[in-house]
């Protein structure tokens, strides 16, 4: 079931697509070519679109999975994401003259620091007042969003203060690519932070405990006299630092500077690749690679196919709908089990 029901979900969300082209009046067949000619038809489409593409959307993914892992809804991924690019930005164009390894790391951990401190106030208003993070965390999307406009229109901006963008970090401040391509040595930190979560998940008491709250938080209280309150809150920071983290990976590997709109909503299509890995941090790498080629190719269907690239949208609200109604109906079936 974990992996039928998402491929299910895959195929009807194509199915979907196509019959709605054919209905517009596209050539869905063309479309759809199109489509997979812009995500994986060549080398350098694969790797420089879908896998520059999924790198965010993996790194997101995995911090989503965290927090949804413990019950904790983080929905404000997308304003972490600003708030890693934002810090990343700022040590970026300060690490001039330092040795690369010292500056990506140091632009890496202020991205996470940055990313941590702006859930850090849902985490306290939660845990001071009972303010639901599905809440704060949104809203807190929309200020992280006006404080990048504040940014690149003010203490970031460029040095000859004409554009809204920043200047470009430091050389040592970028990643390394590929040669011959746009993919950079965030892929690899993507994949170990995906395989250093499922052992967490796996392998350790903490995974336990926080699956054990994520599944249940009163009987985790009760019978594993766990903090349910403290692991939901850990998880969040540590989701919020992995979202920082992805924006400080597209700040030193893609874009090398702050300008708005650097994020075309990585925070919020990180939950359905979440949502489709069913929380598992492998699957998250195979989902983030999938939502990454259907927007890679999103924008070759639009240019050879002539179809608005936003059609893609039906596929992902498709995949999100069948697996959320699977698990809804995978939960009646257990409560009616245990009722007989």
């Given at each position: 079931?974990?992996v039928?029901?998402?491929?299910?979900?895959?195929?009807?969300?194509?199915?979907?697509?196509?019959?709605?082209?054919?209905?517009?009046?596209?050539?869905?067949?063309?479309?759809?070519?199109?489509?997979?000619?812009?995500?994986?038809?060549?080398?350098?489409?694969?790797?420089?679109?879908?896998?520059?593409?999924a790198?965010?959307?993996?790194?997101?993914?995995?911090?989503?999975?965290?927090?949804?892992?413990?019950?904790?809804?983080?929905?404000?991924?997308?304003?972490?994401f600003?708030?890693?690019?934002?810090?990343?930005?700022?040590?970026?164009?300060?690490?001039?003259?330092?040795?690369?390894?010292?500056?990506?790391?140091s632009?890496?951990?202020?991205?996470?620091?940055a990313?941590?401190?702006?859930?850090?106030?849902?985490?306290?208003?939660?845990?001071?007042?009972?303010?639901?993070?599905?809440?704060?965390?949104?809203?807190?999307?929309?200020?992280?969003?006006?404080?990048?406009?504040?940014?690149?229109?003010?203490?970031?901006?460029?040095?000859q203060?004409?554009?809204?963008?920043?200047?470009?970090?430091a050389?040592?401040?970028?990643?390394?690519?590929l040669?011959?391509?746009?993919?950079h040595?965030g892929?690899?930190?993507?994949?170990?932070?995906?395989?250093?979560?499922?052992?967490?998940?796996?392998?350790?008491?903490?995974?336990?405990?926080?699956?054990?709250?994520?599944?249940?938080?009163?009987?985790?209280?009760?019978?594993?006299?766990?903090?349910?309150?403290?692991?939901?809150?850990?998880a969040?920071?540590?989701?919020?630092?992995?979202?920082?983290?992805?924006?400080?990976?597209?700040?030193?590997?893609v874009?090398?500077?702050?300008?708005q709109?650097?994020?075309?909503?990585?925070?919020?299509?990180?939950?359905?690749?979440?949502?489709?890995?069913?929380?598992?941090?492998?699957?998250?790498?195979?989902?983030?690679?999938?939502?990454?080629?259907?927007?890679?190719?999103?924008?070759?269907?639009?240019?050879?196919?002539?179809?608005?690239?936003?059609?893609?949208?039906?596929?992902?609200?498709?995949?999100?709908?069948?697996?959320?109604?699977?698990?809804?109906?995978?939960?009646r079936?257990?409560?009616?089990?245990?009722?007989?």
């Amino acid at each position: 079931m974990a992996v039928r029901t998402p491929l299910l979900a895959v195929l009807l969300g194509l199915a979907v697509l196509a019959a709605g082209l054919e209905l517009a009046g596209y050539d869905a067949l063309a479309a759809l070519a199109a489509l997979w000619q812009g995500a994986a038809g060549s080398w350098y489409a694969f790797t420089s679109a879908t896998l520059v593409r999924a790198v965010p959307l993996i790194v997101i993914g995995l911090g989503i999975a965290l927090a949804f892992r413990a019950g904790a809804l983080n929905i404000g991924a997308e304003g972490q994401f600003y708030a890693g690019a934002i810090a990343a930005t700022w040590v970026g164009l300060h690490v001039a003259g330092r040795p690369p390894l010292v500056a990506v790391a140091s632009v890496f951990l202020a991205a996470m620091l940055a990313g941590a401190a702006w859930v850090a106030v849902p985490v306290w208003l939660k845990l001071r007042f009972g303010v639901l993070e599905v809440i704060s965390t949104l809203l807190l999307n929309f200020v992280a969003e006006s404080l990048v406009s504040l940014m690149v229109q003010g203490p970031l901006q460029e040095s000859q203060h004409i554009y809204p963008q920043s200047d470009p970090i430091a050389e040592a401040a970028r990643l390394p690519v590929l040669p011959g391509t746009r993919l950079h040595a965030g892929l690899a930190i993507a994949l170990g932070a995906a395989v250093a979560l499922w052992y967490v998940f796996a392998r350790t008491l903490w995974g336990f405990r926080l699956r054990a709250v994520g599944a249940g938080p009163r009987a985790a209280e009760i019978s594993g006299r766990i903090d349910a309150r403290r692991m939901a809150a850990v998880a969040l920071l540590g989701s919020g630092a992995l979202a920082g983290l992805a924006g400080g990976i597209e700040i030193a590997g893609v874009s090398y500077a702050l300008f708005q709109n650097l994020s075309p909503g990585y925070g919020f299509t990180g939950i359905a690749v979440a949502l489709l890995a069913r929380l598992h941090p492998l699957g998250v790498v195979v989902t983030g690679l999938l939502f990454a080629a259907l927007e890679a190719g999103a924008g070759a269907m639009q240019r050879d196919a002539g179809v608005p690239a936003v059609a893609v949208y039906v596929v992902e609200a498709v995949v999100i709908l069948v697996v959320l109604l699977a698990d809804a109906a995978a939960r009646r079936t257990v409560r009616a089990r245990v009722a007989a």
